[in-house]
């Protein structure tokens, strides 16, 4: 069975305070990874898909990172806009179809 | 701009009392979802369908049922409602191994009383 956990659970910064979050997973065969944005009372907009370890996608602050066992969500000097909560997904060869399955999501927030 | 809509944002309903979800999309896409979405617990896949008429069970479906008559509409029903299905429901679409995942409504938060 596909899993991702992800951690921290919450995580607290000041503004200009790099981090990074983690996404530990196990599947049978990665078809793709997924990094989410949530805001509060809004369905998640996606963020980036990640496909084999080593690669690397960027976007303003963010930066995603893939090896075999886990993924990292990278936040370079962050603003208090980007305080939301992020969910990561994973695609495995044995889901029919393009069924994901979701970690619970680390919630971000960041103090001016 | 392409668009997952959901019909009601907040619902509020009483135990027994028949729910229905309602879900439309305007990306012509196969694959369409029901998530659930709870603290601590993520998201929960209920059911799904890739094509017209087509479904699957989620993880969780028990409690549920849906249907799809049309390509662009994905209804969730809740048969019964119980006190145990207030959450954060969630739909979304996708082509067949869409690249870019899913793309997600705005989510309609549901409180059985």
């Known amino acids: 069975e596909d899993q991702v956990t992800q951690s921290p659970e919450a995580l607290r910064l000041q503004e200009g305070e790099s981090s990074s979050l983690n996404c530990s997973y196990t599947?049978?065969?990665?078809?793709?990874l997924f990094w989410y944005r949530q805001d509060p009372g809004k369905g998640p907009e996606f963020l980036f898909t990640?496909?084999?370890a080593g690669e690397e996608k960027e976007k303003e602050r963010l930066k995603a990172t893939l090896t075999k066992k886990e993924s990292f969500l990278h936040i370079t000097a962050p603003k208090p806009e980007d305080s939301a909560t992020y969910l990561c997904?994973?695609?495995?060869?044995?889901?029919?179809?393009?069924?994901?399955?979701f970690g619970a999501g680390t919630i971000l927030r960041v103090k001016s | 701009d392409v668009k997952v809509t959901q019909s009601s944002r907040y619902l509020v309903k009483r135990t027994g009392e028949k729910v229905f979800l309602e879900c439309v999309q305007d990306m012509d896409h196969e694959n369409m979802f029901w998530y659930r979405q709870d603290p601590g617990l993520g998201l929960r896949l209920i059911y799904f369908?890739?094509?017209?008429?087509?479904?699957e069970k989620g993880d969780i479906p028990e409690g549920y049922s849906v249907s799809r008559e049309k390509k662009e509409r994905f209804s969730l029903i809740l048969e019964s409602a119980s006190t145990n299905q207030t959450s954060m429901y969630l739909c979304?679409?996708?082509?067949?191994?869409?690249?870019?995942?899913?793309?997600f409504g705005s989510g309609t938060r549901l409180t059985v009383v």
């Open positions: 979304a679409s996708s082509y067949p191994g869409g690249v870019g995942g899913y793309t």
């Open positions: 990640l496909y084999s």
């Open positions: 997904a994973v695609r495995g060869s044995m889901e029919y179809g393009n069924k994901l399955v």
């Open positions: 599947v049978s065969g990665l078809r793709g």
């Open positions: 369908s890739y094509d017209v008429k087509m479904k």
